[in-house]
């Protein structure tokens, strides 16, 4: 079965920095886009980044130039490395791939997702 586990959350300063990490298993990983989503509080999930199975990327418009997407293939990893990081960044982040089937998929970019970890708080104070 496909496993999802995320790593790396925490509590940052305004302009601080974080690595998110997704070790996954169950699947091959590289044929499948893999991304990032995120949950705040009384908020709607919403796309971060992705990656697909050749390497391209798409960002959310609120993150492009902060947040870095990237996949370690020999590890069956995916990262997130966040910089430059704001008090509307605090959000549960979640590592999702588009294995799955179709029921229930969230979209960004081309990618359609519906496998997904259980989270990682990201708290980032002003």
């Known amino acids: 079965q496909v496993q999802l586990v995320e790593s790396g959350g925490g509590s940052v300063q305004a302009g601080g920095s974080l690595r998110l990490s997704c070790a996954t298993s169950g699947y091959p990983f590289d044929s499948y886009c893999m991304g990032w989503f995120r949950q705040a509080p009384g908020k709607e999930r919403e796309g971060v980044a992705t990656i697909d199975s050749d390497g391209s990327t798409v960002y959310a418009d609120s993150v492009k130039g902060r947040f870095t997407i990237s996949k370690d293939s020999a590890k069956n990893t995916l990262y997130l490395q966040m910089n430059s990081l704001k008090p509307e960044d605090t959000a549960t982040y979640y590592c999702?791939?588009?294995?799955?089937?179709?029921?229930?998929?969230?979209?960004?970019?081309?990618?359609?997702?519906?496998?997904w970890g259980q989270g990682t708080q990201v708290t980032v104070s002003s």
């Open positions: 999702a791939a588009s294995i799955g089937g179709v029921q229930g998929q969230q979209y960004l970019g081309p990618c359609g997702f519906s496998s």
